[in-house]
């Protein structure tokens, strides 16, 4: 079974920019979660989708949105970037039956905004 | 709030001695716990589980950790590290279909 795949693996933008990353889950899954993880703050928790709605959400100002398509993959969109959003976005996915356990996480897409 | 608390940012410890991790949550309700490892420029992997059952849960690389429920506390141990056991572990708790996060604990490995 092939794992979570995201899309791109890096990225540099420019401040004022906008940008949108991209999950594909493991096949079954219908929970996606998103983290942003930094040096400094660690990881820190976006949104989760389960079946196309957003089940739960951070503490994120409204720059940072997502979706969730039909076949269960799932975009973020980060709009005005600043220097402060360069991170690492990790992507995770899980059945969602028993609601935040057990996930399983992609390599990530390392964003550096300039 | 639910909250995890991973006590130690950094652990240095020599090859081949033993190791703690140690992780405490608040919460009220029942909770699944966690431990996920993240080697270095790598994504997170799921290293360790309890849902339900016997106390004591193990990984197939020679971790394993102990939950216990009086003292709301999910420590992860292994007798004797090596090397390549250099990562940075995060301890975890499933409350109301979301994961809470430790700041994570560097394990530094000394030759």
């Known amino acids: 079974k092939a794992g979570v795949t995201q899309t791109p693996r890096y990225l540099i933008k420019t401040r004022g920019q906008q940008v949108t990353l991209s999950c594909s889950p493991i096949s079954g899954h219908r929970s996606v979660s998103w983290y942003q993880q930094t040096p400094g703050q660690g990881l820190q928790f976006l949104f989760e989708y389960f079946s196309e709605t957003q089940r739960n959400k951070g503490n994120f100002p409204g720059r940072f949105s997502g979706r969730q398509f039909s076949n269960s993959r799932s975009e973020m969109n980060v709009s005005t970037l600043e220097l402060g959003d360069s991170a690492l976005y990790l992507c995770?996915?899980?059945?969602?039956?028993?609601?935040?356990?057990?996930?399983?996480f992609g390599p990530g897409t390392r964003l550096t905004v300039t | 709030a639910q909250s995890v608390t991973q006590l130690d940012s950094q652990v240095p410890v020599f090859e081949e001695a033993p190791v703690e991790l140690r992780c405490n949550y608040s919460s009220s309700v029942s909770v699944y716990l966690f431990w996920y490892v993240q080697y270095p420029n790598q994504g997170l992997q799921l290293l360790l589980k309890?849902?339900?059952?016997s106390t004591l849960v193990e990984s197939i690389n020679g971790f394993e950790a102990e939950f216990n429920k009086s003292q709301t506390s999910f420590h992860l141990r292994k007798p004797s590290v090596h090397i390549s056991d250099t990562a940075e572990y995060f301890c975890a708790v499933s409350v109301n279909y979301q994961l809470i996060w430790g700041a994570g604990t560097k394990l530094i490995i000394k030759p």
């Open positions: 995770a996915s899980s059945l969602g039956d028993r609601g935040g356990g057990e996930q399983y």
């Open positions: 309890y849902l339900s059952g």
